[in-house]
Each structure stands twice: as C-alpha cells, then as structure tokens.
C-alpha cells in the first residue's frame, strides 16, 4: 500500500484532473495549472504526479483520441477513481475543519 | 522549407524518444508537441523551441526513463568488472585504505598547487593591451658589472613616445613604495592613511582597471584631478558617488586640493599594483623640479607598442637611447612585457634569471612528485596482491579473454579508484583552502569552473592511468597455464621493479627531506645573522604635520621621553636598497669606472641609535653644529675608493667638497640576498621625514604610550602611525618563509604517503611469510632474528634510495642557495640528518608489522593446509 497523504501538489492536480474531465490528459492539465496558478511548470513534473497518483490508485487513465495538432497521435486520459474522490473530499474537510478552529477567521 | 518551419527541434525530439519509456512514447511526444504549437502561435518559434528543449529535460525523471537491460557482450563484462573491483575493495580494505588515504591526499596536494600555480601565472594578465604593454627598464654598467632595474628617468616616457615611432602610448609612474606610509587624503575633516601614485596622463588607457563612475580618457588630463578607488570613495564619503568632490591629499609637508575625476572598482587580487588613489604626474613633476634630468631615475615608464614588432630588434635600437641624449651615461633602456615582470623580475649582471618563476616551477614538481609516489603505493599494492587475483586472471584467459580486455579492467579499477579519490580530494581541498590561503597570502577558491573541472579530470586521468599501468599491464601478461597449475613464483623482474619503486618514493622523501631542512637553517640564518647594527626594539615613525616645521624641536623633546633611548632620522629604509649616486668625486680616481654608492641622508645620532660601530673618526654630533660639509663611508666605500688614512680627506659629491670624518663598519642595509655595497652618509640641517626611535627594551608598552600621547599634543590631527625596524625586516623574506612552511607540509605530505605504501608493503609481506616464519620459530628463531629478517630488506631498500637521494638534494639546494649573497654552509650532517630521519622513518612504519609477525604463535599459521 502506497502513502495515502496527499501533497499540494499532488491536491491540485487531482483536482484539475476532475475539472478537465474528458480533456485531463498530461499537457492541458500542466496548461491548465499554469494559467489557474501563474506558476510555470513543466509537462514532465506534472506527467511524473500524475503517475504518482495512479501508483497510489486516485487515478486511472486510458488512451483516448487522436487529433491533428499533436501529430496524429493519442493522448493519455486520466479520471479520478472513488479513492481519489476520497481523499481529494478528505483533504478538504480537514482544512475546513482547521478553518473553523482558526479565530481570526472564525470571528471575522 | 517553410514546412519544416514549423515542426519542433529534431535533436530534442529524438533524445527524448531515446531516453522516453516506449510505452511512454506516443503520450509524451503529443502532449510536447501540441504545448510546442501553442508557444509557437502566442509567442514566437524561437521561444517554442526553446521550450521544447525545456519540456524534454523535464522527462529526464526515473518513472519516464528506459530501464536499461542489455544482453550485450561488453555491457555485462562491466558489470562484472564493476562487481569484481567493489568485492576486491571489500576484501582487501588495508590495501583498499591505503591507496585511497594516499591519493587523495596527494591529489588534494596537486589541486591546492594547481590553483597556486595558476593563480600565479594569472597575475597581471587582466589587461586587455597585455601583448603590447610593455615597461622600461635600464641597464646600469658601474662598478665593472651590470645591473637592471625598473627605476626611469621621469623625462623617458615622453622622450621615447616623442622620438620612436613603435611606441603608441607611453606614461610615467611612480611605485606607491616610495611613498611608504606618508600618503594620505582627507575629505576636509579626518585624515586617513592611504596608498597613492603619480601617473601619467594615459595611465588607464594602458591599464584597463575597471571604471566605476568616470571614463579613462580624463581619469588624469587635469592637474587638479585625483582617481581614488571605491573602497576609499565609501572610507572618505559613504558613497561612490563622489565624482566632482573635493579632496585633499598630504604627502610629508607637502599637500594640494584635487577634485575626484573617476572611481575605480577595488583593484582585482591578481593584479601586482595595488593602490588607492592616483594623481597626475605632472604635480609629481613640479614636486621633484630640478631632479627631472637624465641623471635622477625617479620614475617608472609603461609603454604600448605597436602590433607585431620584433621586440629584440627594437630594444638593439633604443640601447643608446640615454646615452645619446645625456654624454657619459652609464645606462640602457629596454622594454620587458609588464605582465612578465610578476614571475621573471629578478636580474643578474644584466641577464634575466628568475624570479618567482623558480617558486612556481618548484610547487609543480613538488606536486608531481607527491603524485607518483601515490601512484607508486598503487603499483606496489596491486602487484603485491596480484598473486591473490591470478586464479582470476588464468580462468578468464583460458576462458577466452584477451590481454586487451585484461588491461582495461585493471586500468579501469586504478582510474575508478581514482576518482573515487579525486572526489574527495576536492572536498579536503575545499576544507583547507582557508588555511591555504592565510599560509599563502592568497584568496584562492575553488570554483567550478570549466578549467579546474578539465584540470581535476586530467590529473584524475593521469594518476589513474599512471597508477594502473603497471599493474595492468604486469598481471595480463601470465601465462595461464602456469598461472592454473600454481608454477608461478615471484619472478626475478617483479621483486625488482617493486624494490625500484620503493626506492625511488623514498629518494624523493629524502630529497623532500634536506629541501625542507635546508630552507629552514637558512630562514633562521637570516633571521638571526648579525646584521652589524641592532635592529630590535627600534620604532619607525613618520615625520608629518606641525613637527615638519618645528623638527629640532621635535627630536629634542622625543628624546627625553621617558623610555625613550635614543632617535635619529634618515632616509633609508633599512631594510632595502634604496637611492644611490655615482656622483663622488676624489683623488686619485679613475673617470672610466664609475662607483655607485647606496646613500642616505641622516640625522645626528644616526650611527648610535642604530648600534652601528664606528671604526675611524666620529659620527654626526650635535656637539659639532652644523655638519652639512661633513660626510661618513662604510668600510666597503672606502676600500672601493682605495684610500688610505680617509678621516679628514676632502671628497666631492654633487660638486660640493665634503670632508671625510669617520668610516663606519659595513652593516646589512638590504636584504641578505644582496651583498653590501659601498654607502656614504651625508647630513643637512633640515632632518629626513622618516624618524628612528630606540626605546627601552623592557618597558615597550610604557615608551610606546609615552611616544603616542608626546605625538598627540605636539602634532594635533595625527595619530601615531608606528612600525618596528624588525617587523619591516621580516616582511622582505615573507617569500622565503612561506616556501619554507609549504615546503615543510608538502614533504610531511609525500613522507606520510611513501610511508603508507611501505606499510602496505610490509604487511603484505608479512603475511606471505608467516609458514616460513612459523618453521623458523620452531627451529628455534628468535623473535629479534625475525624482526631483523624481515626489516633487514626494507633497510637496504631504504640505504640505497639515500645514497641516490643526497647527491640529488646537494645539488638542488645549492642552487637554491647562490640566490642568497650570505647563505649557510652545507654541512655534512645535514645530509646525515636526512638520511637517518628516512631510515628511522622507514623501520618505525614497517616495525610493527614486523613485531607483529615476529610474535605469532607458529601453531596458529602452520595448522591449516
């Protein structure tokens, strides 16, 4: 069994994966977390978590269609198993549970 | 064409689909291409590539790359390579220590020398007209021998750009040197110390130091302009921006206002001129006023030449450059590379001899022998333990292997140890860097930068290669029959090639050894010899401010401070050779064989300050009023003359007739690499601005205070700047004594590793003597036949490398030694010293192996088997 815990990271990019939907494959997910977060990252750092996160069982992914701006060639599609909706739910509860006990916010 | 515009960078592609996962492939290649289309439409094809190049990097991670498998011949023989030098470390870790102990130390050694040397040969190199920046020097024929020296005549620079035409630029200097401690700058309110020149107005177009603010062309064009250097910008002002600001400069009772023209960045660590501030020659000038002749060098001279000249020739014309402008000068100028000066600075009788070139050279080979003989441990060690591979090596030749494939793997195991080696090596270096430093006067560092990175590798390399060789090529060479059938004993060829090397690493320690020894006695010699006057306990002070004026009263009032013995004052360093004249005039003298006399001007109590003995007649006296028509010789000026009776004979100097009224005894006034010379002494009523006070040896303290807080009230505005007479002394052998303390670890180094392979070595030995051992212990041996059988080979190993060695070293350190004018005497036992140091050295290291063995109980090596 894998470690569970989710990094920020690894958070966003499950979430992302859940944004995208049919369209999560490796290049629109990095695109996609740059223009959310203005933080530059490469394809190959996201591919690697993504990776990551299948090992751990959160995603699964398919090959899905070709299409003519990348060659002719396939993409990979990656969707959120009920373990990584799970711990993606999990990990958000945490923090609003930490949110709550935070007074500056709770009080303001 | 305009199709392949648009496609991403081939190169990148295919090392992508080279290192990618197949499965991976297809995913990966269409994800960058599509990001590399949309960097392409929004931003440009440049930045798309570029990116693309990016992206592929990125996928240089463990979940994306190849597992690499390969059933391919080679492939699995490194493995196996691999494998066989890793279990060989393991097994053998003594032999495994030893050699690595060894080289890295002795490549830590070479790296640390590396960045000395190459710190050295760098030196005065950032200047972009190097090729073509050239300085004058003259040639002086007097006293029947030749001697060279960077001191001009102030009007060379701009005779020589005036009158030859290959000379481009041309620009007088002054060395900050002359100046001493008396230089300093005010920003109108505090007084600091600082070190300043004289240049001429193309000063920095020929050197190209860094401008901060400021450009080169009007650095020194106006007479009332100063450059000075940030450092001193931020010390005067808190900022650099100070271009345009107002600035005093004092020098003695001399001073002047000048307005910042530019700031220098701080002067680079390898340049050889370091200073704070420069002004214009032209003050300089109106300074010296009537000195400005033929006859008065008082200046340095820098040229650019023009491009392509041949140097030889262009010297050969100029020789009489002087003499054709001033009848019956002694001098010729040539032009030397200013770069070159730094390591070939030293003349003798008018040739080129050296410099600190012989230190450079001296460090490289210390730093190649520190390496061999590390390679040579690994030889031994490796031959030695052959025998325990031979099983190996027979089953791989019967098995097919060929003599190449054998070599590679050896060699292959040297340079992975090596490396191994090499790697902590530059973690050791960086560790002692600092100290390395301090012990060197030096701000060396270790960057990474592609030339030590190609350095490293290449003495990586080398001693890898160097030390594999031997082995490599010795163990492939068996026979594997006779291997398999256990016929092969130590050849004759194999016992004595080890022995050889054990000789040669030990002839080099015992070199090692003297060198050390003799650099030490002489470094005690200088500071011990008898200089002929006393220079302990003697203060240097500078004469500035109000004292300038009131200067008969200063002295008075200096010397009846309590703690105060004595003070005078002149203008002579004591410590080097400073101005001289060939002007003196006698009877009976021949006007073809000019003289040259060392001379200082002096005060009364010159000679009793100093201790210096007089010999005839009298000193300066206050007792004799004003003693300006009076003048004193050392004893060499007087034999020099060939005079007889001196005292009360009448010479002239400079035209004025001067009488003779002692002959003091010769005393060192330069550093003992020179001989003393002839020196006069002569007397004006307006004291030299440099004082000498000698105080009381037991209260230091006391006078000193006493000195500081007299100069307070006296001199408001200064503060006492002091220096000890012996401190200066010191400073002029700071070369000789930090050869002295490297020369010391770097053999302390080659001795450790030459002892460390002797240990190996005799344990080795040892241990394949233990069933002879045993037999003879049962037949009745002593324990002390023993240790004398097995130590008796090391020992004569050992005398046969001394005797080679002490030839060799007698050699080298008499030639280190004719740089000296007053050296030691090579004794015998220095030699003597050395050999027996070796040869307890030797038996200490092998002595308790030997022990060792010596008491092993023969029923525990004789039961097996």
Known sequence: MKKTRLGEFEEVILLLVGILGNEAYAFKIADEFESQTDRPVSIGAVHSTLNRLSEKGFLTSEMGSASAERGGRRKRIYSLTASGQRVLSDARDFRVSLWSQFPGFAGG | MNNNKYIPPRLAERLLLWFLRNDLAEEVSGDLEERFYKTAAKKSLSKAKLNYWYQVFHYLRPFAIKKYRSNSNPFIMYQHNFKLTYRNFIKYKTSFFINLIGLTTGLSSALLIFLWVSDELAMDKLHEKDEQLYQVFLTHEENSSLRTG?????????????????????????????????????????????????????????????????????????????????????????????????????????????????????????????????????????????????????????????????????????????????????????????????????????????????????????????????????????????????????????????????????????????????????????????????LTGKQLSLQFTPEIIGAAILIGLFTGLLAGSYPALYLSGFKPVSILKGKLNASFGEVWIRKGLVVFQFALSVIMIVGVLVVFQQIRFIQTKSLGYSKDNILKIPVEGKAVDNMATFFDELKNLPGVLNATATTHSMVESG?????????????????????????????????????????????????????????????????????????????????????????????????????????????????????????????????????????????????????????????????????????????????????????????????????????????????????????????????????????????????????????????????????????????FQTLKTANINPVQCLKDE
């Open chain 2, 579 to 847: 101005a001289y004249t060939t002007g003196i005039h006698w009877e009976g003298k021949d006007p073809d064989v000019p003289i040259r006399f060392e001379q200082a001007r002096v005060y009364y109590d010159f000679v009793e300050t100093l201790g210096i003995k007089v010999l005839e007649g009298r000193s300066f006296s206050k007792k004799f009023g004003n003693e300006q028509s009076k003048i004193i010789f050392n004893e060499s000026a007087i034999e020099a003359m060939d005079m007889q009776d001196p005292v009360g004979k009448k010479i002239i100097m400079w035209g004025k007739e001067k009488e003779i009224i002692g002959v003091v005894k010769d005393f060192h006034y330069a550093s003992l690499h020179t001989p003393v010379e002839p020196m006069l002494f002569y007397f004006e009523q307006q004291p030299p601005h440099s004082a000498l006070v000698k105080i009381d040896g037991e209260n230091i303290q006391e006078a000193i205070a006493n000195i500081q807080s007299f100069y307070k009230t006296f001199n408001p505005g200064y503060m006492l700047d002091y220096k000890f007479l012996d401190q200066n002394y010191q400073a002029q052998y700071i070369a000789e004594q930090r050869v002295s303390v490297l020369s010391q670890y770097f053999a302390g180094i080659a001795i450790v590793i030459s002892c460390l392979g002797l240990f190996g070595l005799a344990a080795f030995t040892a241990e394949r003597r233990q069933k002879e051992i045993g037999i003879r212990k049962i037949l009745g041996a002593g324990n002390f036949s023993i240790v004398t059988l097995l130590s008796g080979d090391f020992t004569k190993m050992v005398l046969v490398a001394v005797c080679l060695a002490l030839p060799v070293s007698y050699f080298l350190a008499q030639y280190w030694l004719s740089g000296f004018a007053y050296k030691i005497d090579l004794h015998w036992w220095l030699f003597g010293l050395a050999g027996v140091a070796a040869l307890v050295i030797a038996w200490l290291t092998v002595g």
């Open chain 2, 150 to 438: 960077p001191e001009t005549q102030g009007l060379l620079a701009e005779a020589l750009l005036a009158e030859v035409p290959e000379v481009v630029m041309a620009a007088a200097d002054t060395e900050t040197e002359w100046f001493g401690d008396n230089f300093a700058v005010s920003n109108g309110e505090e007084v600091i110390k600082a070190k300043g020149k004289f240049s001429g107005e193309d000063y920095f177009n020929l050197f190209s130091y860094k401008f901060k603010h400021g450009i080169p062309d009007r650095a020194l064009s106006d007479k009332s302009s100063i450059v000075i250097t940030e450092s001193l910008a931020l010390k005067l002002f808190n900022t650099t921006q100070v271009v345009g600001k107002t600035v005093e400069w004092h020098l003695l009772h001399l001073q002047g206002e000048a307005s910042i023209s530019a700031v220098l960045e701080d002067l680079p660590s390898n340049s050889s001129e370091q200073f704070n501030f420069v002004l214009p020659f032209s003050i300089y000038k109106d300074i010296i006023g009537d000195g400005m002749h033929w006859g008065n060098f008082n200046a340095y001279t820098y040229v650019e030449l023009a491009k392509d000249i041949n140097i030889n020739a262009l010297n050969h014309k100029i020789a009489s450059f002087v003499k054709d402008r001033d009848e019956g000068s002694n001098v010729s100028p040539f032009f030397k590379q200013f770069s070159s000066n730094y390591l070939y600075g030293t003349f003798n009788n008018g040739i080129q001899t050296g410099g600190r070139i012989t230190y450079v050279r001296l460090f490289s080979v210390i730093a190649i022998f520190i390496l061999v003989i590390a390679c040579i441990n690994f030889m031994n060690l490796s031959t030695a333990r052959a025998s325990r591979r031979l099983k190996e090596i027979g089953i791989k030749k019967t098995l097919g292997a060929g003599r190449v494939s054998l070599i590679f793997q050896h060699m292959g195991e040297a340079v992975l140890i090596t490396f191994f080696a090499l790697f902590l090596a530059s973690l050791l270096t960086f560790m002692i860097l600092p100290e390395f430093n301090e």
